[in-house]
């Protein structure tokens, strides 16, 4: 167990429907990261959140959008659902000190557009 | 984009020792070398960091030379279990700029 939380683990919905996907970092753990992997595919880094505020960018589509909230909880919020979109969506927390290079990663969301 | 260069797959048989080579020409010196693990549809996990030279673990060793240009990751022993996607990146201490980026991998099919 990484510390990491996701949920859901599975969801299924049509296309052009909205649906958010929620972390719960580790306790402490002041930066978020999510990915996409989709089917046979590397990791693909959409966004990074430290402390509430964006701190870096990937290759995330602009019908989707992320947040983290006060308590470090982060958001992942999907729009105008495509099937290309289906994929597992994972992210990760890592500690702002400590002499260690890790991230921990939560065990992600399958999305299933149909 | 991953700086980081590495063979997209290797096999292996169970017993063996394998080592995966990783390029980064272009290291920052303040950046360490980091390999993860990925078994499908699972999150990957941290194997082992290193900055210069050798770093051993009860996972695995990783040699980095001088020039820190390439690591090896190397698996003493592997089995079926070990078959997986392993990734190296390099990475500063500190969670709050760091990104993590991660590359293509590095596909290990260990066979009977």
């Known amino acids: 167990d990484s510390g990491v939380t996701q949920t859901p683990k599975h969801l299924i919905t049509a296309t052009g429907q909205r649906v958010t996907l929620r972390c719960s970092p580790r306790?402490?753990?002041?930066?978020v990261y999510w990915y996409q992997q989709s089917l046979d595919q590397g990791l693909q880094f959409l966004i990074q959140y430290y402390n509430g505020e964006e701190r870096a960018k990937g290759n995330i589509l602009e019908r989707f959008s992320a947040q983290q909230f006060p308590d470090l909880h982060s958001e992942l919020n999907l729009s105008s659902l495509e099937l290309g979109d289906s994929a597992l969506y994972f992210c990760a927390s890592s500690p702002l000190t400590g002499r260690s290079t890790e991230a921990f990663f939560g065990q992600g969301t399958r999305l299933t557009v149909v | 984009l991953a700086k980081t260069t590495q063979p997209i797959s290797m096999d292996s048989y169970e017993g063996q020792e394998v080592n995966i080579t990783c390029s980064h020409n272009n290291i920052a010196t303040n950046d360490y070398i980091t390999w993860y693990q990925q078994f499908p549809s699972q999150g990957p996990r941290f194997i082992i960091q290193g900055y210069k030279t050798k770093v051993t673990n009860e996972v695995a060793s990783l040699f980095i030379p001088a020039d820190r240009k390439s690591s090896t990751l190397s698996l003493p022993r592997v089995s079926l279990s070990d078959t997986a996607v392993y990734y190296c990146?390099?990475?500063?201490?500190?969670?709050?700029?760091?990104?993590?980026?991660f590359g293509t991998g590095t596909l290990l099919a260990v066979q009977p």
């Open positions: 990146l390099e990475r500063g201490y500190g969670g709050a700029t760091n990104k993590l980026i």
């Open positions: 306790s402490g753990d002041l930066s």
